[in-house]
């Protein structure tokens, strides 16, 4: 099982990225799927953005309505997050996750960093 993020960097306040992530080693339209953040100083993880099974329902987080927006392609195994006018606190590590329609199994990528400069 394998879930491999890409797209993080370094972008100034404003700016754009899109990360993505895609799974192996397992059924994807099994799983939802999310991306967390845990910014500088804060131990905790924080939800950031869910889609459902096959896109049609999606969450965020208040602080990233109507600037992140999470989508996913079946055939590819592959969810996208896209991040637009990006502030200095979306600073952070940003994971991906498959969680389990049904069931408790749930897979995490490695993290890639998000640094947006003031």
């Known amino acids: 099982v394998q879930l491999m993020e890409s797209g993080g960097g370094l972008v100034q306040t404003g700016g754009s990225l899109e990360l993505s992530c895609t799974a192996s080693?397992?059924?994807?339209?099994?799983?939802?799927m999310k991306w967390h953040r845990r910014t500088p100083g804060n131990p905790g993880l924080v939800q950031v953005a869910?889609?459902?099974?096959?896109?049609?329902?999606?969450i965020y987080a208040d602080s990233v309505k109507g600037r992140f927006f999470i989508s996913r392609d079946n055939a590819k195994n592959t969810v996208r997050l896209q991040m637009d006018n990006l502030q200095p606190e979306d600073t952070a590590v940003y994971y991906c996750?498959?969680?389990?329609?049904?069931?408790?199994?749930?897979?995490w990528g490695q993290g890639t960093q998000v640094t947006v400069s003031s």
């Open positions: 996750n498959a969680q389990a329609r049904v069931g408790d199994n749930s897979y």
């Open positions: 869910t889609i459902g099974i096959f896109g049609q329902t999606t």
């Open positions: 080693g397992f059924k994807f339209t099994d799983y939802v």
